[in-house]
């Protein structure tokens, strides 16, 4: 019998153990009200966040309290991923939450619902860091490519994708869903609870005007919605009444939770609700999605704006007179400062919040910017301080938040003017094209694999620790040129070059002629008296800060061949096209196209920019000369070069892919580079002769080595915060969060 009792005894015990392990489990992974500090509804529902007329508040120290919003948007991709492919690992979410935390943002916006992992990782973060946890809004993705296409939001296959995808969304912010598996979404079990950590539901994308409009015409008998929380004005429009209905399914799913959070869909300046007399392209202000036509109904936790407003789009930021009223603290005319103000007006008795804006550190960019806030073109420091700027009149104007975009650089990304030039496209995920702007918004940079190895500063050290395999000793050096090594990565070609004598920029120049493959220039005006027995396609110019630069053969020129032979928008004379025409032209990229009516209201000439030219300094941060945009430097006889792999012809450096020569097709075409062969020389500037070349000497470039490489699948990277996150670290910490 006294066994029997022992047996017994053990066996409770071990029950109780197991009850305990197993109640821990559940209290770690379903933070309670007690643990969130919230208030209770008269219908038991649990509020953290809130909107009261145009604040968002929290309620915090048994009280509510004004709120400004620090928030950063967080893609789902990697390096050599795609966001379908949801690569990112619990370990990287833990990682990157502490950073971001550290940066002073209290606020992750997401476009849509993440892996499992995600969930768990920000239960466990903020667990230990209960005090001052990180929130989290979470995206509802819409149908996009079907509303696209159909341009009717009614049709019931898109409502019910829509309702589907909220359903999914609801389920996995309060974990209890599997998604079975679907390619390009998130699936899993989730169990874990983050709804306590949650600030909003974020309901939607950028919705297409066309679709917009057309769903208007086609479905104006349809009945106004009225749901239990939410209703549609009578004002509103059939697809504003369609967001109300989605609003409210997201509520009404919420609420079985026992919780209510602020709803919003996003919008953005294409679809807002102003009339923007001054915007040149008639698509950009057909029409409207405002706001204030959808109102709450019994839910508590309120409702509020969001609009994604960058400085450089659309075009009404340069042209829109009505914007050209209202100066920022420099006493500069800003007319961000300016939108923000009017979109602010319109929005009486409800908190407006800018969920994206932001410039790209990257050498492309794809449209201007008043006070050159481009999207794109700027070095790390620029693209901090721009942040900085456009954070502060945010903030100044009396919006309720602000969510910069974005947190990490995502590689996939393409834009309107570098993606006809990158073949294939289903590679643009493994190598870094330095020519596309929408790669380089994050503040921490996915530096390709020898980025953070090799300092370009025209010294040799790092250059000695790398491993034989990894450099290759090459020939082509003419007289003055002694050695050229070269390497690569998935960013850039690097090359370091040792001369006879230390280079004497005021005096002579540094070429670099690149053969890629059969074709181009075998004898140019910026080479006189040299002749080759393979063509160049592309020059490289090493001298004084103004000539630095990058030249392309014109017959093989990237936008002279598609605005000018295709499209017929740029000079592009008989000379120009043929093979070895002997004429370099500078590297641009488009960043607006012809405008003219009936597409727009007025007549725009084409723009374009120069995006060769080669920058001397180096990319050791503190050094004299920094920018994280260096490309050369020179030290002794030393010179050390990296060069954007686009700017030499490549489509795609992972297969080895160079543009093509042959345009009979309206679409440009991509082929196979058997390497790279160079062929450096020294010019002398006051003649312009080729140093150690005779009158019309001929010179063998096909004796020369060819650089080749492996083709990869798997691209090496590393992170690193930019300059841009100490400098945006600074501007948030000058902004309270409480008012």
């Known amino acids: ?27 770690w992974g379903y933070p309670t ?86 969930y768990e990782a920000l239960v466990e973060f903020n667990r230990k860091h209960h005090d001052d946890p990180l929130y989290f809004m979470q995206g509802i993705w819409s149908p996009e490519e079907a509303l696209i296409e159909k341009k009717d939001a009614f049709l019931p296959e898109i409502r019910t994708e829509f309702r589907n995808e909220i359903e999914a969304a609801v389920g ?31 309901v939607g994308t950028e919705w297409d005007p066309e679709m917009v409009k057309k769903t208007n015409d086609i479905r104006s008998g349809e009945p106004r919605y009225e749901g239990e929380h939410f209703h549609a004005k009578a004002q509103a429009t059939p697809f504003e009444s369609w967001l109300a209905e989605m609003l409210d399914y997201t509520a009404e799913l919420e609420s079985r939770h026992g919780w209510q959070h602020p709803v919003t869909f996003t919008n953005w300046v294409t679809t807002d609700p102003l009339h923007h007399p001054g915007e040149p392209m008639i698509h950009e202000d057909m029409v409207s999605v405002d706001p204030l036509h959808i109102e709450p109904v019994k839910w508590d936790a309120g409702y509020f704006a969001a ?26 005319v800003d007319t961000y400062k300016a939108y923000l103000r009017k979109l602010k007006q319109h929005h009486t008795d409800i908190p407006v919040m800018v969920t994206e804006f932001g410039v790209p550190s990257s050498v492309g960019a794809a449209h201007l910017g008043p006070l050159g806030r481009n999207q794109g073109g700027h070095d790390e420091r620029e693209q901090g301080r721009i942040n900085a700027d456009l954070l502060h009149e945010i903030h100044e104007e009396g ?30 995920a493994n190598w870094k094209n330095e020519l596309t702007n929408e790669s380089f918004f994050g503040l921490l940079a996915m530096d390709a694999g020898l980025e953070n190895v090799l300092t370009i500063d025209g010294e040799t050290e790092d250059w000695d620790k790398l491993k034989s395999e990894e450099k290759t000793r090459v020939k082509g050096g003419l007289s003055g040129v002694r050695d050229i090594w070269m390497t690569h990565d998935e960013a850039y070609v690097y090359f370091l070059l040792q001369l006879d004598e230390p280079l004497r920029p005021e005096q002579e120049n540094l070429l670099l002629g690149i053969d890629t493959l059969p074709g181009g220039n075998k004898a140019a005006r910026e080479l006189p008296g040299l002749q080759l027995d393979e063509g160049l396609e592309v020059l490289i110019r090493l001298g004084e800060s103004k000539e630095s630069e990058v030249k392309i053969a014109s017959n093989y020129d990237f936008h002279k061949r598609l605005y000018g032979k295709r499209y017929g928008m740029l000079p592009y ?28 209201k007025g007549t725009h000439p084409f723009e374009e920019i120069s995006v060769g030219q080669m920058k001397r300094g180096t990319t050791e941060p503190g050094q004299p000369g920094y920018s994280s945009q ?81 083709a990869w699948s798997l691209p090496k990277y590393t992170e690193r915060k930019k300059e841009s996150y100490s400098i945006y670290q600074k501007a948030l910490e000058s902004i309270p969060a409480y008012h």
């Open 1 to 27: 019998m006294g066994k029997t009792r022992i047996r017994k005894r053990i066996g409770w015990l071990f029950l109780t153990m197991f009850i305990g392990i197993l109640c821990g489990y559940v209290f």
């Open 33 to 118: 009200s007690a643990q969130v500090e919230s208030q209770q509804t008269q219908e038991g529902s649990s509020l953290k966040f809130r909107t009261e007329q145009d604040q968002i508040q929290i309620f915090q120290d048994g009280k509510w309290k004004p709120y400004f919003v620090k928030g950063m948007n967080m893609g789902a991709s990697l390096p050599g991923h795609y966001p379908g492919e949801l690569p990112i690992q619990k370990e990287d979410y833990l990682r990157w939450f502490g950073m971001i935390h550290e940066l002073g943002a209290r606020a992750i916006r997401i476009y849509t619902i993440h892996q499992p992992v995600f």
């Open 172 to 202: 996995a912010v309060y974990g209890d869903i599997t998604i079975p598996e679907k390619a390009g979404k998130a699936s899993g079990t989730y169990r874990v609870n983050a709804g306590p950590y949650l600030l909003a539901w974020h």
């Open 307 to 332: 609009y994604h407003v960058y400085p450089y789009y659309p075009d009404l930021f340069r042209y829109d007179e009505t914007l050209q009223n209202i100066r920022n603290q420099k006493g500069e």
């Open 399 to 428: 919006y309720a938040g602000a969510v910069l975009f974005t947190w990490q650089d995502e590689w996939f990304k393409r834009t309107w003017n570098t993606m006809r030039y990158e073949m294939p496209e289903d590679s643009r």
């Open 573 to 600: 004379s008989v000379e120009e096209q043929k093979d070895n025409s002997g004429l370099f032209l500078p590297w641009k990229l488009a960043v607006s196209l012809e405008m003219s009516p009936p597409d727009t």
């Open 630 to 710: 260096a490309n050369w430097e020179s030290k002794g006889e030393w010179v050390e070069l990296r060069v954007p792999w686009m700017l030499l012809g490549f489509t795609d450096p992972s297969t080895r892919q160079v543009l093509s020569y042959p345009d009979q097709d309206p679409a440009l075409k991509s082929t196979q580079s058997e390497g790279i062969r160079v062929l450096a020389m020294l010019q002398d500037k006051a003649t312009g002769k080729i140093k150690g070349v005779s009158e019309n000497q001929v010179i063998s470039l096909s004796a020369g080595d060819r650089y080749t490489w492996p």
